[in-house]
């Protein structure tokens, strides 16, 4: 009797030890299985990324949220898929797998607004800000939300929000502005003078340069405190833009406000400081527009020099690299003046080496127009010391910019020959007396 019971226990020890492996196997296997799936289904999803294959990919796993936000996507934005409740339940699904997600839910906002679920959508984009409150993305979508219905203050209050949090997509935002206002400027300039921050203003304002609205553009530029480091710098950018458009007068505006500011740590800067900016060349040629531009050839080195200098601390240096056939007009320096008015140009210059006959000048011409102003000076001599040039003409009744250039000329068809160094110093230029000359309109002395 003891050896049965002995048996019998055995037996049931041994089903119980094969029913716990027939059930690490079948968890084993649905581990596998599942596993498989989700390894099969990201692969999918991952190396063939159209619809089909996204919807084959949620069959193997369907808590793919990534799978699910691309397939939404295709139903938010594909042409020939578009189908906004499908996007939805696709988003839907996404939110609930990740619902800490923000940009989930910034999603799911928009495909909710493409449904027109407009209470659903701002829920949605709200969930999203506080999910996120430093982000730049959810404002950015919130505020783009917001514009599409209109609602300009409270979509510029989240744009303001955006831009403080990423400067750098002021472009971005400027762009978004004028296409969802159809090109409504004075929305941007409504938008850029309630930024907060002198580089964000700056930066609509060249938004709007860059769309022609040179006025607005000025407009929101002028909205910068003196003291913000961005006005300078965007004042520069802007001179820059309104010359090369042809928009003088207000080239000419936003160039003197930049000059006075940045030089007013060296003291006041006068009319006729103004009148003829930077004759002595003292000055850095940062602020660009009127002032000298200063460029060399292979033919001539043209650069400012400490030693030779009639007043101030530098002149103009032109040395001759080349000696035949030399035709250069690398110096030049922009001019505003009143047009029917008589003007006095004055200059120093002194030359080393130089021939007698070396077709150096002075040329003034009318920036809009040749036709309408043009002058070239008597050909300057060869003066070992420094020697004042005076040159007197009139505006005519529609000139507003002039351009001198230094200029050497070729003198001869068949021979022709400039070597040396010629020096150029302090620069004025200033209303003159009426007088009666043979020739009232362009005169020199």
Same mark, same amino acid.
Request: charged content about 25%; some cysteine; aromatic content about 12%.
């Given at each position: 009797?003891? @050896?049965?019971? =002995?048996?019998?226990?055995?037996?049931?020890?041994?089903?119980?030890?094969?029913?716990?492996?027939?059930?690490?196997?079948?968890?084993?296997?649905?581990?596998?299985? $599942?596993?498989?799936?989700?390894?099969?289904?990201?692969?999918?999803?991952?190396?063939?990324?159209?619809?089909?294959?996204?919807?084959?990919?949620? +069959?193997?796993?369907?808590?793919?949220?990534?799978?699910?936000?691309?397939?939404?996507?295709?139903?938010?934005?594909?042409?020939?898929?578009?189908?906004?409740?499908?996007?939805?339940? $696709?988003?839907? +699904?996404?939110?609930?797998?990740?619902?800490?997600?923000?940009?989930?839910?910034?999603?799911?906002?928009?495909?909710?607004?493409?449904?027109?679920?407009?209470?659903?959508?701002?829920?949605?984009?709200?969930?999203?800000?506080?999910?996120?409150?430093?982000?730049?993305?959810?404002? *950015? +979508?919130?505020?783009?939300?917001?514009?599409?219905?209109?609602?300009?203050? &409270?979509?510029?209050?989240?744009? &303001?929000?955006?831009?403080?949090? $990423?400067?750098?997509?002021?472009?971005?935002?400027?762009?978004?502005?004028?296409?969802?206002?159809?090109?409504?400027?004075?929305?941007?300039?409504?938008?850029?003078?309630?930024?907060?921050?002198?580089?964000?203003?700056?930066?609509?304002?060249?938004?709007?340069?860059?769309?022609?609205?040179?006025?607005?553009?000025?407009?929101?530029?002028?909205?910068?405190?003196?003291?913000?480091?961005?006005?300078?710098?965007?004042?520069?950018?802007?001179?820059?833009?309104?010359?090369?458009?042809?928009?003088?007068?207000?080239?000419?505006?936003?160039?003197? =406000?930049?000059?006075?500011?940045?030089?007013?740590?060296?003291?006041?800067?006068?009319?006729?400081?103004?009148?003829?900016?930077?004759?002595?060349?003292?000055?850095?040629?940062?602020?660009?527009?009127?002032?000298?531009?200063?460029?060399?050839?292979?033919?001539?080195?043209?650069?400012?020099?400490?030693? =030779?200098?009639?007043?101030?601390?530098?002149?103009?240096?032109?040395?001759?690299?080349?000696?035949?056939?030399?035709?250069?007009?690398?110096?030049?320096?922009?001019? *505003?003046?009143?047009?029917?008015? @008589?003007?006095?140009?004055?200059?120093?210059?002194?030359?080393?080496?130089?021939? =007698?006959?070396?077709?150096? +000048?002075?040329?003034?011409?009318?920036?809009?127009?040749?036709? &309408?102003?043009?002058?070239?000076?008597?050909?300057?001599?060869?003066?070992?010391?420094?020697? &004042?040039?005076?040159?007197?003409?009139?505006?005519?009744?529609?000139?507003?910019?002039?351009?001198?250039?230094?200029?050497?000329?070729?003198?001869?068809?068949?021979?022709?020959?400039?070597?040396? @160094?010629? *020096?150029?110093?302090?620069?004025?230029?200033?209303?003159?007396?009426?007088?009666?000359?043979?020739?009232?309109?362009?005169?020199?002395?």
């Amino acid at each position: 009797m003891r @050896r049965v019971k =002995e048996v019998e226990v055995n037996v049931t020890s041994a089903w119980k030890r094969l029913g716990v492996l027939l059930l690490l196997g079948a968890a084993l296997v649905w581990v596998l299985f $599942h596993l498989w799936a989700q390894v099969r289904g990201t692969r999918m999803a991952n190396v063939v990324g159209d619809a089909e294959h996204l919807k084959t990919a949620l +069959a193997y796993d369907p808590g793919q949220a990534e799978v699910h936000t691309r397939l939404g996507f295709y139903y938010l934005y594909d042409p020939f898929l578009f189908d906004p409740p499908q996007a939805v339940q $696709h988003f839907e +699904a996404a939110v609930e797998i990740q619902p800490f997600d923000w940009n989930a839910w910034s999603n799911l906002g928009r495909a909710y607004e493409q449904q027109g679920d407009v209470a659903r959508a701002e829920r949605a984009y709200l969930f999203g800000i506080e999910l996120a409150p430093h982000y730049f993305y959810p404002r *950015w +979508a919130y505020g783009n939300f917001l514009l599409r219905r209109g609602e300009i203050d &409270r979509a510029f209050r989240e744009l &303001r929000r955006a831009s403080d949090i $990423h400067p750098q997509a002021i472009g971005n935002i400027c762009d978004l502005i004028w296409q969802t206002t159809g090109g409504n400027a004075e929305v941007l300039v409504q938008f850029g003078t309630s930024l907060r921050t002198g580089s964000a203003k700056g930066a609509v304002s060249q938004c709007l340069m860059a769309r022609a609205e040179y006025q607005r553009a000025v407009n929101v530029w002028k909205t910068l405190t003196r003291d913000d480091p961005a006005k300078i710098d965007t004042g520069r950018s802007l001179v820059s833009w309104l010359t090369g458009a042809g928009q003088w007068p207000l080239a000419y505006l936003v160039w003197q =406000e930049v000059v006075r500011e940045e030089f007013k740590a060296s003291g006041e800067v006068s009319p006729a400081d103004l009148m003829f900016w930077n004759g002595d060349f003292d000055y850095d040629m940062a602020v660009g527009g009127f002032d000298w531009s200063i460029n060399s050839s292979q033919e001539v080195e043209a650069r400012l020099d400490t030693v =030779e200098r009639y007043r101030g601390n530098q002149s103009l240096l032109l040395e001759f690299k080349q000696h035949q056939r030399v035709n250069f007009s690398g110096v030049t320096h922009d001019l *505003w003046v009143e047009p029917s008015t @008589r003007y006095r140009l004055r200059f120093y210059y002194k030359t080393e080496k130089v021939p =007698e006959t070396n077709g150096l +000048a002075v040329v003034l011409t009318d920036v809009e127009s040749l036709t &309408r102003f043009s002058f070239e000076s008597k050909q300057l001599g060869n003066e070992s010391q420094w020697t &004042r040039k005076e040159i007197t003409f009139e505006t005519p009744a529609e000139t507003r910019i002039l351009r001198l250039q230094i200029v050497r000329r070729p003198v001869g068809q068949i021979y022709d020959y400039i070597k040396g @160094r010629v *020096w150029f110093d302090s620069f004025s230029l200033e209303p003159a007396p009426l007088e009666i000359t043979d020739s009232p309109n362009r005169t020199e002395q």
